[in-house]
């Protein structure tokens, strides 16, 4: 089955500086990589995703890069603010007509003033 | 429209008693996913529902299971609760949980099991 790593596991910067975030996953057939985003005590929200037939995408401050023949995507967060922080997983669908998700292990980001 | 809701927000169970826990998705969405989310293990996929079926099945024990009514409103049960149980159980909606379908997860449910 599906495999998602994610690096890194904590990751810190400065108000203004960018940040990137990259996994890697398994399965070839996989064919849909959704970002969310989820602060203390709150739900996963959906900030960017990204579908198999398109290489990057990209919605105000934050876009999304996919290597297919690496198997690798990226999220970048230019100029970050301190409402940024929180937890952010990648995940990608199991392959097959459904879509259960395969989470990575998640990255802390922490943006300071 | 409504976002989806999960109730209750809190559980406070012992070891071996059951519980259940409901999800009402999106309207209009027909597929109903959950997940259990833990520090250590993170986030899994347990199973998903779509049409009153179960379509797939994460890798947890038959203590796990779930139902979908007609209306898309899902519930999740698990039976003789392990302490390992404790965790945040998310549900998210699709609208037919195709492999491109943007999943909206709701606020989850806390369980502690004593």
């Known amino acids: 089955g599906e495999n998602v790593e994610q690096h890194p596991s904590t990751l810190s910067v400065q108000e203004g500086d960018s940040a990137v975030i990259k996994c890697t996953y398994s399965d070839s057939a996989s064919n849909y990589f959704p970002w969310y985003k989820q602060e203390l005590g709150k739900r996963p929200q959906l900030i960017i995703d990204?579908?198999?037939?398109?290489g990057e995408k990209k919605d105000q401050r934050i876009a999304v890069t996919l290597n297919k023949t690496a198997k690798h995507f990226s999220l970048h967060i230019t100029e970050t603010q301190p409402e940024d922080s929180a937890v952010y997983f990648c995940?990608?669908?199991?392959?097959?007509?459904?879509?259960?998700?395969?989470f990575g292990k998640g990255t802390k980001l922490s943006v300071k003033p | 429209k409504a976002g989806v809701t999960q109730t209750p927000r809190y559980l406070i169970k012992t070891r071996g008693q059951q519980v259940t826990l409901s999800c009402s998705p999106i309207s209009g969405h027909r597929s109903v996913s959950w997940y259990q989310q833990t520090p250590g293990q993170g986030l899994q996929f347990l199973f998903e529902y779509f049409s009153e079926t179960q379509r797939n099945k994460g890798n947890f024990p038959g203590r796990f299971s779930g139902r979908q009514f007609s209306n898309s409103r899902s519930e999740m049960n698990v039976s003789t609760l392990e302490l390992g149980d404790s965790a945040l159980y998310l549900c998210a909606s699709s609208s037919i949980g195709g492999s491109t379908d943007t999943q909206y997860f709701g606020p989850g449910t806390r369980l502690t099991v004593l």
């Open positions: 990204i579908r198999s037939n398109v």
């Open positions: 995940a990608a669908t199991n392959g097959g007509s459904q879509g259960n998700l395969i």
